[in-house]
C-alpha cells in the first residue's frame, strides 16, 4: 500500500486560538455573555492555510450533502412516477 514517508502529526500547541481572528470573535462574543467554549482549540487547524482556502470552506459548507439530496430527490421523482403519485390525473383540463 505504498511507500513514501510516514505521515507526522502536528504537534497540537501550534494550533491556538489566538492566531485565528474569526475563533477569537466567536471567544469574545461568548464571554460578553459569560461563557466559554474549552473545545474551540479543535477548530482552529480548519482555518490552517495548509489545510484549505476559505473559499474550500465556504464549499464544503454549502455543498456537504448536495449530492446525496440531490440522489434522493432524483429517486423519489422516479420513484412517484413509476407508482402513479397520483397527481398525474384529472388536473381539471375541462374533461368531465
Given at each position: 500500500?505504498?511507500g513514501?514517508?510516514?505521515?507526522?502529526?502536528?504537534?497540537?500547541?501550534?494550533?491556538?486560538?489566538?492566531?485565528?481572528?474569526?475563533?477569537?470573535?466567536?471567544?469574545r462574543?461568548?464571554?460578553?455573555?459569560?461563557?466559554?467554549?474549552?473545545?474551540l482549540?479543535?477548530?482552529?487547524?480548519?482555518?490552517?492555510?495548509?489545510?484549505?482556502?476559505?473559499?474550500?470552506?465556504?464549499?464544503?459548507?454549502?455543498?456537504?450533502?448536495?449530492?446525496?439530496g440531490?440522489?434522493?430527490a432524483?429517486?423519489?421523482?422516479?420513484?412517484?412516477?413509476?407508482?402513479?403519485?397520483?397527481?398525474?390525473?384529472?388536473?381539471?383540463?375541462?374533461?368531465?
Amino acid at each position: 500500500m505504498g511507500g513514501g514517508e510516514k505521515f507526522q502529526c502536528p504537534d497540537y500547541r501550534i494550533y491556538k486560538v489566538e492566531n485565528v481572528p474569526e475563533l477569537v470573535q466567536v471567544q469574545r462574543a461568548l464571554a460578553s455573555h459569560g461563557l466559554k467554549d474549552p473545545w474551540l482549540r479543535n477548530e482552529v487547524w480548519r482555518y490552517d492555510p495548509g489545510f484549505s482556502t476559505h473559499g474550500q470552506r465556504l464549499k464544503l459548507a454549502l455543498f456537504r450533502g448536495f449530492k446525496w439530496g440531490l440522489i434522493l430527490a432524483v429517486g423519489t421523482v422516479a420513484l412517484e412516477r413509476a407508482f402513479g403519485g397520483g397527481h398525474e390525473h384529472g388536473h381539471g383540463h375541462g374533461h368531465h
